[in-house]
């Protein structure tokens, strides 16, 4: 069960993440026709492409996090063996959790409500929408992080074999 939802949650990530790359790919070839063919420069594109880049880095960086593909440090890792390991990913695990709950979800609403109020000078959406992304974000973290609860119970069950 908590690999299949997990599976339904890394695929919906990466395919948000590349209809997002698809979408700056395209948006930065209509960007150089219009500029240089057409000599009308698109207006939108430059700051829809801004947003999107945000939002798929961000959208990326969940499924790293997901998938344990994140850059680390291993160095203090790699010291320990068995139970001990088991233990010094935990505590990581439970600073991801932190940082995410805290600065992503708390901090990110705080500054989608505050930024609500404000449009972008182009497209005209409210900065909070472009935000929104880090408090989704911190969620979608927090559910990998917890999809991780059924290994810890199996490894541990393993070290004490």
Known sequence: MVSKIKGLLDRTILS???????LLF?????????????????????????????????LGATY??????????????NKFKGKNKLVIRIINDVFILGFAY??????????????????????GIPMGV?????????VLIIIYKLLLLPEYKQELAVEEA
């Open 102 to 123: 805290l600065i992503m979800i708390r901090g990110g609403m705080e500054v989608v409500n505050v930024t609500m109020g404000q449009l972008t000078p182009i497209l």
């Open 16 to 22: 948000v993440a590349a209809l997002f790359t698809l």
């Open 26 to 58: 395209l948006g930065a070839i209509w960007q150089v026709i219009s500029r240089y063919f057409l000599n009308a420069p698109s207006t939108f594109t430059e700051e829809l492409l801004r947003f999107l880049l945000v939002w798929t880095s961000i």
């Open 64 to 77: 790293a996090f997901g998938s344990n593909q994140h850059l680390a440090i291993t160095f203090l890792k």
């Open 130 to 138: 472009v935000y929104s992304i880090l408090p989704v974000s911190g």
